[in-house]
T-cell receptor
Framework: AQKVTQAQTEISVVEKEDVTLDCVYETRDTTYYLFWYKQPPSGELVFLIRRNSFDEQNEISGRYSWNFQKSTSSFNFTITASQVVDSAVYFC???????????????FGTGTQLKVEL | DVKVTQSSRYLVKRTGEKVFLECVQD?????MFWYRQDPGLGLRLIYF???????EKGDIPEGYSVSREKKERFSLILESASTNQTSMYLC????????????FGQGTRLTVV
């Protein structure tokens, strides 16, 4: 069964610091996608980034970057120069195709609460 | 804009009641999901559906059932509500392509008393 682990429960940083959120996953699938979502205090989850399993090139998008390493089953997410508005719960998720019945199962980690203070 | 709408933001129900949580999406998505969110436990998948009338159990299906009679609507049913089902319930939808991100509703805070 697929599993997503976010070992960091809560992280506090001071504004302008860089912060990395860790994610480790387990899957038997050879082709899968990984995602990061943000849940601000308002509650609605918002998609941030995605990564497929067959391309290990790491990317940067604005203040966000991510490091995918298939050998260690990790998909870490970095916010550069953090801002107070980045304060939220961040979830890592894994999408896996279900052969027995069909469809894509989307499994989330337990989330990391990020607090950015002035 | 993609919209996933959950019928209620807050619900209070009594133990033993049958409870229906409704979710509607307007983007013609094939996949729909129901999660519950509890502090320290993250989002746990209850059920998902990849087509009309098709459903798959998630990680915590006990005490729940679902219905998907139309593509845009996915209902979560608590056959006999219990206090341990007090939680935040989140509905999501996505295209069937596994690269497709999920879009979430605003959540329903259910309290069973």
């Amino acid at each position: 069964a697929q599993k997503v682990t976010q070992a960091q429960t809560e992280i506090s940083v001071v504004e302008k610091e860089d912060v990395t959120l860790d994610c480790v996953y387990e899957t038997r699938d050879t082709t899968y996608y990984l995602f990061w979502y943000k849940q601000p205090p308002s509650g609605e989850l918002v998609f941030l980034i995605r990564r497929n399993s067959f391309d290990e090139q790491n990317e940067i998008s604005g203040r966000y970057s991510w490091n995918f390493q298939k050998s260690t089953s990790s998909f870490n997410f970095t916010i550069t120069a953090s801002q107070v508005v980045d304060s939220a719960v961040y979830f890592c998720a894994l999408s896996e195709y279900i052969l027995t019945g069909g469809g894509n199962k989307l499994t989330f980690g337990t989330g990391t609460q990020l607090k950015v203070e002035l | 804009d993609v919209k996933v709408t959950q019928s209620s933001r807050y619900l209070v129900k009594r133990t033993g009641e049958k409870v229906f949580l409704e979710c509607v999406q307007d983007m013609d998505h094939e996949n729909m999901f129901w999660y519950r969110q509890d502090p320290g436990l993250g989002l746990r998948l209850i059920y998902f559906s990849y087509d009309v009338k098709m459903k798959e159990k998630g990680d915590i299906p006990e005490g729940y059932s679902v219905s998907r009679e139309k593509k845009e609507r996915f209902s979560l049913i608590l056959e006999s509500a219990s206090t341990n089902q007090t939680s935040m319930y989140l509905c999501a939808s996505s295209f069937s392509d596994r690269r497709s991100e999920a879009f979430f509703g605003q959540g329903t805070r259910l309290t069973v008393v």
